[in-house]
């Protein structure tokens, strides 16, 4: 599963920084610790939520590009930030000039894979209540969220198990998404991004659609680059 998930992850990074290649330069312009729901952490600033926006447009302003770089901003993010949270700031930064996202979650960066500790545990309750609190369609997973909650559930005492939430049947991890047949029915909605997969291939629509027209295919909602992206896993069949 871990092998799969990385596969993707490598194709869909490489999708995504296309356009950062001519220059192979993605500068971090400012860091954002998410201390509460109510308040961040901006270069050693507390500001409260609703004024991120005008905070990072200050930073960007100030920042001396280099030529064709890209700007990024790093969020870090403990156990106890809801999901609506993360969302909010995220909505507040796209509409800036900074072109890129790193969301670091804390406990998932210092989780051993082995030991489950209470701050894991808060951790694993909040992404499965937020997935929980979502319909089907607006289900997208961040690959090292996925691998997290796999982990957890599997290193769980007994006890954990019975004290904390549940394991959701239908994450990719449990079970696969769904095969669709006839890839030319699909139907792509104009406000969604759409990666089209063969194998480890990249595709464009057009090429997807003309050569494989009549495949079976998973879709796939992802979190990458913390843009929401459907993939099209085209199935040999």
Known sequence: MKVHLLSFILILLLHFNTKAQSSNKIENIATI?????????????????????????????????????????????????????????????????????????????????IEVTQNVLDQYNTLISYWSSLDAESRYYRASDLEFVESVALNMTMDQRIRNEKLLGYLPFVKAEPKFPDLFMLKTLPNKTYIFVREKDTLDKDTAFKEFKNNTYRLKRRIIDEQNVVIIDILKD
């Open 33 to 113: 610790e998410i201390i509460n729901d109510e308040n961040v952490s901006i270069e050693g600033d507390t500001i409260s939520l609703n004024n991120i926006h005008k905070k990072v447009i200050e930073i960007f302003s100030s920042v001396t590009m280099q030529a064709e770089s890209f700007s990024s901003l790093t969020l870090i993010v403990n156990q106890t930030v809801s999901e609506n949270t993360i969302e909010n700031i995220k909505y507040q930064i796209r509409s800036t000039p900074v072109q890129f996202i790193n969301l670091q979650r804390t406990t998932i960066n210092t989780y051993d894979g």
